[in-house]
Nanobody, 115 residues
């Protein structure tokens, strides 16, 4: 069993930056993929970015050039650095952890971009 905890969300002005983190605990396998998704009110959840233990990275088109996914300084932590944020980026950001056939989700953290 793997437990995920997101942190770092909050309120930021348009054009600002924010970093959200996802830390896994429990029986974390040495090989996994960690991904960020987001869901805005009234919209479907959408993929943001992912990173594997082999450092294979994928971004959604809207995230390219503005968002950076990376491994945090803390073991089993993955960060999503977001820059030049727009009101359209307002959403609950959740992380997904997949290892083998197992899939785990965190509860999410709210990111609000507003002046």
């Amino acid at each position: 069993q793997v437990t995920l905890e997101e942190s770092g969300g909050g309120l930021v002005q348009p054009g600002g930056s924010l970093r959200v983190s996802c830390t896994a605990s429990g029986n974390v396998d040495s090989t996994y993929v960690r991904a960020w998704y987001r869901q805005a009110p009234g919209k479907q959840r959408e993929f943001v970015a992912s990173i594997s233990t082999g450092n294979s990275i994928t971004y959604a088109d809207f995230a390219k050039g503005r968002f950076t996914i990376s491994r945090g300084d803390v073991k089993n932590r993955v960060d999503l650095q977001m820059t030049n944020l727009k009101p359209a980026d307002t959403a609950v950001y959740s992380c997904e952890h997949s290892e083998g056939s197992a899939l785990f989700w965190g509860r999410g953290t709210q990111v609000t971009v507003s002046s």
